[in-house]
T-cell receptor
Framework: GAVVSQHPSWVICKSGTSVKIECRSL??????MFWYRQFPKQSLMLMAT?????????EQGVEKDKFLINHASLTLSTLTVTSAHPEDSSFYIC?????????????FGAGTRLSVL | GNSVTQMEGPVTLSEEAFLTINCTYT??????LFWYVQYPGEGLQLLLK?????DKGSNKGFEATYRKETTSFHLEKGSVQVSDSAVYFC?????????????FGKGMKLTVNP
């Protein structure tokens, strides 16, 4: 089936640095990619929706300048956490929706655990 | 608003035990309902879905029925296996701004012991 690869799976960084997380669709072209954030014992919270070649649509309360999303191709979307701080430590998950496949289904990456020291 | 409430775990069962994970939802309109499963070290995978009232989704021995009258989508399996150990998420989709969005419950961790 469709596979979404997310990299890295775990990253530790110093406060003030920027971190880039990649989300790749390996088998299909992804018309839309989604980025979620998950806090411990909480549900996944949608951060933004990105369509290839256009600007991402951010959910209310998500800082656009803090979480930069680029969806430059149909197989790659990146999330950059800029000037990361300890409160940005979380589990970030991407998903993709593919052209031509079953409607409404999102395929998920394994997630990236970000720890900011 | 749109929200999903599901049983919180963690839950530990013995192999061949009966499993029920409760899920209720609040939604405007007519959402589609889903169960996703996340095995250790992997991404969320769609387990089953139902798109309208009284639909029953089923997969790998799991079942869930879309109950509009009780706004529920409870997940059941008659006999769990060790390989069913995972985190289970109930979710719904709703349309907003021309895009379909997923809303998840908090997830429930299931451990099945031999």
């Amino acid at each position: 089936g469709a596979v979404v690869s997310q990299h890295p799976s775990w990253v530790i960084c110093k406060s003030g640095t920027s971190v880039k997380i990649e989300c790749r669709s390996l088998d299909f072209q992804a018309t839309t990619m989604f980025w979620y954030r998950q806090f411990p014992k909480q549900s996944l919270m949608l951060m933004a929706t990105s369509n290839e070649g256009s600007k991402a649509t951010y959910e209310q309360g998500v800082e656009k300048d803090k979480f930069l999303i680029n969806h430059a191709s149909l197989t790659l979307s990146t999330l950059t956490v800029t000037s990361a701080h300890p409160e940005d430590s979380s589990f970030y998950i991407c998903s993709a929706r593919f052209q031509g496949l079953v409607k409404n289904i999102q395929y998920f990456g394994a997630g990236t655990r970000l720890s900011v020291l | 608003g749109n929200s999903v409430t599901q049983m919180e775990g963690p839950v530990t069962l013995s192999e061949e035990a009966f499993l029920t994970i409760n899920c209720t939802y609040t939604a405007t309109g007519y959402p589609s309902l889903f169960w996703y499963v996340q095995y250790p070290g992997e991404g969320l995978q769609l387990l089953l879905k139902a798109t309208k009232a009284d639909d029953k989704g089923s997969n790998k021995g799991f079942e869930a029925t879309y109950r509009k009258e009780t706004t529920s989508f409870h997940l059941e399996k008659g006999s769990v296996q060790v390989s069913d150990s995972a985190v289970y998420f109930c979710a719904l989709t709703f349309a907003q701004g021309g895009s379909e969005k997923l809303v998840f419950g908090k997830g429930m961790k299931l451990t099945v012991n031999p």
